[in-house]
């Protein structure tokens, strides 16, 4: 059982699923925070596929923070956690976060402190840059690494310092990251794989899964569910 929904955090979602069997978790640039057995967990960007599992009866709640949008938030860069799942008492303090935790075990709506949580850190620390929106629009769109620099004013090594930091990525991996996403998507809704690989930007069909194949070590048909 996988559900979520939109989150009351900008741009994120709330997700639930049950703690049990193997959940292939595929890049999509984004981070997480995450209650699973009593703890408070955050999932940095990957650069390839995670596979999560779990035994038991319990419940795994997470909240998605869009691309650029969880370091706001945990107050560390996105690249200091690619490819790493830590307890959030590394990155804040204990006595703090043993206090979270509490409050989300006698919460009957994990989801809603974990928003509630983000929504404090942003009021404290701020918004994400419009800088890095316009970034992700731009690279989602397919723009080349040049175009985007030039289009929010920064030159091509300050675009991949910052996009390092807020995204974990430099710009061109993050670019490959959104539009896998992307054809990922499609492929969810029933696209054919030449009309994916055409609409999301890839030389053609054998491009399409030859960039799969390396963001996440199975084919496309494989992910569709």
Same mark, same amino acid.
């Given at each position: ?7 009351? %955090? ?33 999932? $940095? ?8 599992? $779990?035994?038991?009866?319990? %419940? ?7 691309? $650029? ?17 830590? *307890? ?8 703090? %976060?043993?206090?979270? #935790? ?14 509630? &949580? *983000? ?12 800088? +890095? ?25 300050? +675009?991949?310092? !910052? ?6 990525? $430099? ?6 990251? +959104? ?14 794989? #030449?009309? &994916? ?11 399409? #899964? !030859? ?8 084919? +496309? ?5």
């Amino acid at each position: 059982m996988y559900q979520e929904r939109v989150s009351v %955090v900008d741009h994120s979602v709330v997700w639930r699923r049950k703690a049990v069997g193997e959940l292939r978790v595929v890049p999509d640039g984004c981070m997480d925070l995450i209650w699973a057995g009593g703890e408070l967990l955050v999932a $940095g960007p990957d650069t390839r596929s995670h596979v999560a599992s $779990g035994t038991g009866d319990g %419940v795994v709640t997470g909240l998605r923070f869009a691309p $650029g949008t969880g370091p706001a938030v945990l107050g560390v860069p996105a690249c200091a956690l690619r490819d790493q799942r830590v *307890a959030l008492q590394e990155l804040w303090a204990p006595d703090r %976060v043993r206090r979270l #935790a509490g409050r989300i075990a006698a919460a009957t709506a994990p989801g809603r402190v974990l928003e509630a &949580i *983000a929504e404090d850190r942003l009021r404290r620390g701020g918004t994400p840059s419009p800088v +890095l929106r316009a970034i992700v629009r731009l690279l989602r769109d397919g723009h080349p690494v040049t175009t985007v620099a030039e289009a929010v004013g920064l030159s091509e090594r300050q +675009l991949r310092r !910052r996009s390092l930091t807020a995204f974990g990525y $430099g710009p061109k991996k993050l670019g490959r990251v +959104l539009r896998f996403d992307r054809a990922l998507s499609m492929a969810r809704d029933g696209a054919p794989l #030449a009309e &994916i690989a055409a609409r999301a930007g890839y030389a053609d069909q054998p491009h399409l #899964a !030859r960039e799969v194949k390396a963001l996440t070590g199975r084919p +496309l048909g494989r992910l569709r569910g």
